[in-house]
């Protein structure tokens, strides 16, 4: 079975609230018996208390009432001291309870002795009877009336002691009730904490050793599971902790693996590469040497047609080179490291307008680089990409007598979007997405020369910077390159 | 002129051909000895296997050196010649149709005297072979032969 927190928790409060009925029945038992000792006291000798002299004092009445009857020598007056002694025996009822049995009728029987003598003699008396006989019942009336002075206190004696003993039983019981209460209570409570701090002892070091885990696994070691094996909550946090860890370790060795073919697979893209300059340019090497050792060998022989194909052949290997160059450097942007750092792209652009000017130092343009053009990139990549584009400006421009070109940023998107504008050729904006694929020109080489890869190469690096290029323009009224620089550190293309 | 031999280095019959009438056309007179891979330049270098016995007082006045060759590489014969006490201070010019990076550092770091990408233009091959053959043959002193 197993026993969770919420189980744990339950146990405690079940543990305690037996321990509290425990205690109630403990004391309640006690109390009772305290109560008890209450009532027998009450019962017992509360109404024994003022009862010896008030039946005394009864006695005493009776006698007078018939010493008075006599006296009187009223025959009525002797029957009155029959409700005197129903007074009497009233009394004597009412503390039945109180008083032993035994005694109580050993009382009446006296009582009525005493009565019937006394009744006797007082009727002899008032009939005038004289003599030795009445002077014999009245020693035996008197003997009587003495016997039952006796048995009254004899019965209604209150014993202190007992009582006193009753009492004691009783102050005592409750003592030790509340003893017990106390006890019992405070080792309760003691329980209690003893359990508390055993489970939140429990509860913390499994907690700190699930965050340890979790710590080891937040930091990519996955070697050691979480050592959590309690059957509560936090053991199957581990259990699951343990699990997560276990699918990460997966998809760590899987991205490992993948990284790997990778790799690899760049190592072959980078022996293509390799081939490419090397193996390819070769044989182009052999065409186009062996076209010129033509025409300077055998040049007088041939006529002008010849002469025309050994050019032709000549301008296409040379295209060939450069466009084998092209797809090479390209490639290169690719495989480039990337590191991102401040870089000043107004320097960069001003840097390489100064190279374009160099070029061709007869054409007239008027370059505005905005200042203060800053990003946060890779240097090397962003000045090809700023070549490409500028030397694109360049180029489109070279018909106009006076062009115009700019480089900024405009701050007002998020992320702020750098540009390039020209005056230039422009473009038909229905193919502006095909700007950008390797090799795709909207002029002809008679026109403007050139390989196709170079806004190829500028939308890769944008790319590896996490960025995006846009282009708007329109035939004979010019060009505009956009393009942002944010984006996650791995450059990978949206 | 230096009257020392050019040792040519290279596995490709048309490059070789042509790098000979480049020479030949720029009045390089000297005797072009050619190697067609790694073994054969170390063989000459160090007058082992098909060169053995060969007088190593003589030593070229300049190697020229592809990278990409059969058997051993260009750039691991470098390393031999830079590590043998009687090649170090030969004159090395890596000549290749590599223009990769990684090449190029590679050559300069294990000790190239320069390095020269063949053009696809013969024309433009014509002139760096002349200019090669100016600065090498021409100008440049090499250190005395130690003995």
Known sequence: MRASFRAKLLGLVGIMAAAFVAILVMSNALSARAERQLVF??????????????????????????????????????????????????????????????????????????????DGVSRRMIAGETGEPVLDAITAMQASQAWAGIVVKRTAALDRDAMQAAF???????????????????????????????????????????????????????EEPIGVSSRDE?????????????????????????????????????????????????????INGYSRALVEDYGPKLDGEAHDYLARIDAATQRMGELIDALLSLARVTRADFRRETVNLSRIAELVVKQLRAGSPDRTVDVVVDEGVIAQGDAP?????????????????????????????????????????????????????????????????????????????????????????????????????????????????? | MKSNPILLVEDNPDDEALTLRALKKNHIVNEVVVAHDGVEALDYLFGTGAHAGRNLAEMPQVVLLDLNLPRIGGLEVLKRVREDERTKFLAVVVLTSSKEDEDLLKSYSLGANSYVRKPVDFAQFTEAVKTLGL????????????R
């Open chain 1, 41 to 118: 006291i009450q019962q017992r000798f509360v109404p024994k208390i003022g009862l010896e002299p008030e039946l005394q004092g009864r006695l005493e009445r009776l006698g007078r009432g018939f010493q008075d009857a006599v006296a009187a020598h009223d025959l009525d007056a002797l029957d009155a001291t029959r409700a005197e002694k129903d007074g009497l025996l009233a009394r004597l009822d009412a503390a039945r309870e109180a008083t032993d049995p035994a005694d109580a009728a050993a009382l009446r029987a006296a009582i009525d002795d005493y009565c019937n003598k006394a």
């Open chain 1, 381 to 494: 990549l962003l000045r090809a990409l700023l070549e490409n584009l500028l030397g694109n400006a360049w180029k489109f421009t070279s018909a106009r007598p006076a062009a115009h070109i700019r480089f900024g940023v405009d701050r007002a998107r998020d992320p702020p979007a750098y540009f390039v504008r020209d005056d230039g050729a422009g473009f038909d904006m229905a193919y502006a997405t095909k700007l950008f694929a390797p090799f795709q020109r909207l002029h002809s080489q008679k026109e403007f020369a050139g390989t196709g890869v170079g806004l190829a190469t500028v939308q890769r690096i944008v790319h590896r910077h996490g960025g995006r290029i846009w282009a708007e323009g329109a035939v004979g009224e010019g060009a505009t390159f956009h393009f942002t620089l944010t984006g996650d550190d791995q450059g990978a293309p949206p």
């Open chain 1, 168 to 222: 004691a039983t009783s102050v005592e019981a409750e003592a030790t009730a509340r003893v017990y209460r106390t006890w019992v209570s405070v080792s309760c409570l003691g329980l209690a904490i003893l359990f508390a701090l055993g489970v939140s002892r429990g509860l913390v070091r499994s907690v700190r050793s699930l965050g340890d885990g979790l710590a080891r696994f937040g930091r990519g070691d996955f």
């Open chain 1, 234 to 286: 936090l053991g199957e946090l581990a259990r699951h902790a343990n699990a997560m860890a276990a699918s990460l370790r997966r998809h760590d060795e899987e991205r490992r693996r993948i990284q790997g073919e990778l790799e690899a697979s760049n190592k072959e893209l980078e022996a293509f590469s390799y081939s490419v300059a090397h193996d390819l340019r070769a044989p182009l090497r052999g």
């Open chain 2, 135 to 146: 600065f090498w043959l021409l100008l440049n002193e090499t250190p005395p032969l130690r």
